[in-house]
């Protein structure tokens, strides 16, 4: 049987020798029938040392029962398998290494006797390749993984650079735009204390040299109307100071309130009398009188400082021959003061500045006042824990709700 290829030598060295790839022919009982020199070499052999021996001294020892296996049953289907079909196989070298084939099967038969021929080639570089392009894919994968982390890491750090920048950007434009507020403000303060103090002190001024020329007892009532008016321009000049001090204050954070307990009537008929003090002609204040035992614990000064600012716009803003209505009661929330007057009320269009430093109102434009009252009333409130709200109807009248909430004194 093994000279049964080489009966015709020329014919197979012609066909053996012409193929570059390893060709192994078996029988039936996989018996080694013939080899070319490309077989030969690859598994270390020399010319015909392979013939008549089984199969299995090609294939490694871990894989004989598994390959006996895998040819009965191709044996058995007789169909022929292309090569790359089936990864991971190794063929036996002489030497006792193993090495990667690639292998091709071809079943066919010669006078009713079955062969099959195998088609080897040695793919050791190629899987040399594929392992070192596995391996420069993971170094290139862990390349790109540490890239990818500095990169988030720059990226993070660039955001965190520009968020600072944006926040150092946006901190410089509020302190441009508060200095320029600031500019606009002294200018508009300078003026307004301009304006407002040179007008009492005018008044003031001439009621004295007036008071000077009635020297005769018969003219005491002229004295006593000029030196009246010497002492409302006094009051309104101090309650201008008052003002400014309680801005200055509020806005650097250095307002400290002093607690204490104290009876409301006696802070309430202060400011009443004061009030009286600059009523005009006809004007009158409602207030109660049924307080007299009413002990609260709060700051006195401040209280007295914003009901008198309210009283005194009420009386300023209002018409004579009219009454202002100021009422007090308790509840559950703490002191509730209204101010309820009969003026000329806050025009729709101007109610949401009221509390505005500076703003005043259009028609009040021509009427003295410096347009922080309202403002310092609702910064102290606010302080307190209390709040300020009003209605007012133009022409009609204003209505200003405080609630001040009780605290319990230590």
Avoid at 126 to 136: F, T, Y
Avoid at 275 to 285: F, P, T
């Amino acid at each position: 049987m093994a000279n049964l290829f080489h009966e015709n030598a020329s014919v197979f060295n012609v066909l053996f020798e012409a193929v570059s790839e390893g060709v192994v022919v078996v029988d039936e009982n996989q018996t080694i029938v013939a080899t070319n020199i490309a077989a030969e070499q690859m598994f270390g052999y020399v010319k015909n040392e392979l013939l008549n021996k089984h199969l299995n001294v090609l294939i490694p020892a871990n894989h004989h029962v598994a390959h006996s296996d895998y040819y009965n049953t191709f044996h058995k289907q007789s169909s022929a398998r292309k090569m790359g079909q089936s990864e991971n196989l190794f063929g036996a070298h002489k030497k006792g290494h193993k090495f990667p084939v690639e292998v091709g099967l071809n079943p066919f038969k010669i006078k009713n006797k079955k062969y099959v021929m195998s088609i080897l080639i040695d793919i050791t570089t190629r899987k040399e390749s594929e392992a070192k392009i596995i391996e420069l894919n993971g170094l290139l994968k862990d390349k790109i993984s540490v890239r990818t982390i500095e990169l988030n890491n720059t990226v993070a750090n660039l955001k965190e650079e520009i968020d600072k920048r944006i926040k150092a950007e946006s901190k410089l434009i509020k302190a441009l735009k508060k200095e320029k507020e600031l500019n606009e403000l002294k200018t508009k303060f300078l003026s307004l204390v301009s304006h407002e103090f040179k007008t009492p002190l005018s008044g003031i001024l001439n009621a004295a040299l007036l008071t000077g020329r009635y020297k005769d007892s018969d003219m005491q009532h002229k004295r006593e109307k000029h030196l009246l008016t010497i002492k409302n321009k006094v009051h309104y000049l101090d309650g201008i100071l008052n003002d400014f001090l309680s801005v200055e204050r509020l806005e650097s954070g250095k307002v400290k309130y002093k607690f204490s307990y104290f009876k409301l009537s006696k802070v309430v008929n202060e400011v009443v009398y004061n009030a009286n003090l600059m009523l005009k002609s006809g004007q009158r204040i409602n207030y109660p009188s049924n307080i007299d035992n009413l002990d609260v614990y709060q700051d006195e000064k401040i209280l007295e400082l914003i009901l008198s600012n309210l009283l005194r716009n009420a009386i300023k803003y209002s018409p004579e021959n009219t009454e202002i209505d100021f009422k007090i009661r308790i509840e559950s929330k703490g002191l509730i003061f209204e101010i309820k007057d009969q003026g000329i009320g806050i025009p729709f269009k101007d109610q949401k500045y009221i509390f505005k430093r500076y703003f005043r109102a259009e028609n009040v434009l021509t009427n003295e006042g410096t347009g922080i009252g309202l403002n310092i009333v609702k910064g102290h409130l606010e302080s307190l824990g209390g709040t300020i709200s009003f209605i007012s109807v133009e022409n009609k009248g204003t209505t200003f709700i405080i609630n001040l909430p009780l605290i319990k004194g230590k």
